[in-house]
């Protein structure tokens, strides 16, 4: 076999090199737990690149970088519309930023909070959950008075006897869209309200499917 060089750094031709030594001197690094747990993952194919950095960083005591928000302008922006009162176009740009980050939790909460004062705002235009909605205008008119398919699919459910509340149930809107719509309603001379009597209502079963959808009445302009 041919030398490759002098052989001097070879532990096998040259007595001097004190391997025994050299290992006394080493500072092994501390095996726990997490370094096989992150070990095995990433022999398996389990472990993702991120995960991997962020296991090092703790076993190595690194503290994680901080998270950058890519919704932080909207969020100003939604909170300042709070502040200003605008709570249409702050619940306008926050499901703009769920339609991206539908988990996102500062913009659910944000949202939720935005729709029930909206949904105050509402009924206080309208009157009491048990008040009865009615149709005052010849239904041959309709034409006449801009309904789009969600006001005609309200009209439709609207029967003299059903309250608010109980619309809520039975159109399978948000309640927020099933108020608005009443009050745009009502806004036309379309409905009026007629006093009812307080009395119990049914627990409904799931969301419905059309709220699902989320009709945001107002924001798109649909007319058909």
């Known amino acids: ?68 928000d890519p919704h932080e302008a909207a969020l100003a922006h939604v909170h300042a519309r709070m502040a200003a009162g605008d709570h249409v176009t702050a619940l306008h740009a926050v499901e703009g930023i769920l339609e991206t980050s539908p988990g996102h939790e500062v913009a659910l909460r944000v949202a939720e909070q935005c729709r029930t004062i909206l949904c105050v705002a509402y009924q206080q235009h309208l009157g009491a959950g048990h008040d009865i909605p009615e149709i005052v205008v010849p239904v041959h008119t309709l034409a006449a008075y801009g309904i789009d398919r969600w006001s005609a699919y309200m009209l439709s459910r609207i029967d003299g006897k059903s309250s608010i509340d109980e619309l809520v149930d039975i159109v399978g809107f948000t309640r927020l869209d099933t108020l608005r719509l009443l009050y745009e309603l009502a806004r036309r001379g379309v409905v009026a309200f007629a006093p009812g009597a307080p009395r119990p209502r049914p627990s409904a079963p799931g969301g419905g499917a059309v709220a699902v959808a989320r009709i945001r009445l107002g924001r798109r302009g649909e007319t058909g």
């Open 1 to 68: 076999m041919a030398d490759d060089g002098d052989g001097e750094d070879d532990p096998r031709t040259n007595p001097t090199f004190d391997l025994a030594g050299l290992a006394r001197t080493a500072q092994p690094r501390e095996v726990t737990s997490a370094t096989f747990s992150y070990v095995d993952a990433m022999l398996t194919g389990l472990l993702s690149d991120s995960e991997f950095v962020q296991i090092r960083d703790e076993i190595l005591g690194e503290p994680p970088p901080a998270l950058h």
